[in-house]
C-alpha cells in the first residue's frame, strides 16, 4: 500500500520564496474524510490521486498520472470549487520543502510540508517555519475548497 507520511506548517516572512514556483489547479471529487480524491493539473501534467483517513501524519495515498483532457473534464464534476495555488520547492538541510501560496479565495495563506519516511524522522526547520497545523483538519486542501481561508473569522477560529 502507498503511504504518505507529511508534516505541515504554516509559514512566516518571505525568505521562502526561492526561484520559480508552479501553478497547480485542482478540485475534489469526493471530500469525505475517511476518503477524498483529487484531480490535480499542473502545467501540461494532471493527476488523479486518492487519499485515506489520516492517522497523525500517515495517510494512504494512491496517485495516478492521467490525461489532461481527462482532468479538465473531471475538474468540472468538482465538489465545490478548486484549490488554486503556486507551489515551490524549497531545499533546506538535505530535505525539500513543498511551500504553497494559495490563491483566490485562500490566497494569504502560505503552508510548507514536509513528506518523512517516518513519523518520527527528524528536521530541520527552515527559519520561515511557522506552527505546525498538521492535525487541524481546516488546513486540508479538500477543506479549504469547501470552507475558504477568506471566510474564517480570526476571532471564533
Known sequence: MAVEIERKFLVQGEAWK???GQYLN???LSRDPART???????????LTIKGASVGATRAEF???IPLSDAQALLKLAD?????????????AGMNWEVDEFLGANAGLVVAEIEL??????FESPSWLGQEVTDDAR??????AARPFSTW???TE
Do not use: T
Open 18 to 20: 526561492q526561484g520559480s
Open 26 to 28: 485542482q478540485g475534489y
Open 37 to 47: 480524491v483529487r484531480v490535480r493539473i499542473a502545467g501540461e501534467s494532471a493527476w
Open 63 to 65: 496517485e495516478y498520472a
Open 80 to 92: 465545490g470549487p478548486c484549490v488554486e495555488k503556486v507551489r515551490r520547492v524549497v531545499p533546506h
Open 117 to 122: 519516511s517516518e513519523e518520527s524522522q527528524a
Open 139 to 144: 488546513y486540508f486542501n479538500s477543506q479549504l
Open 153 to 155: 473569522s480570526l476571532s
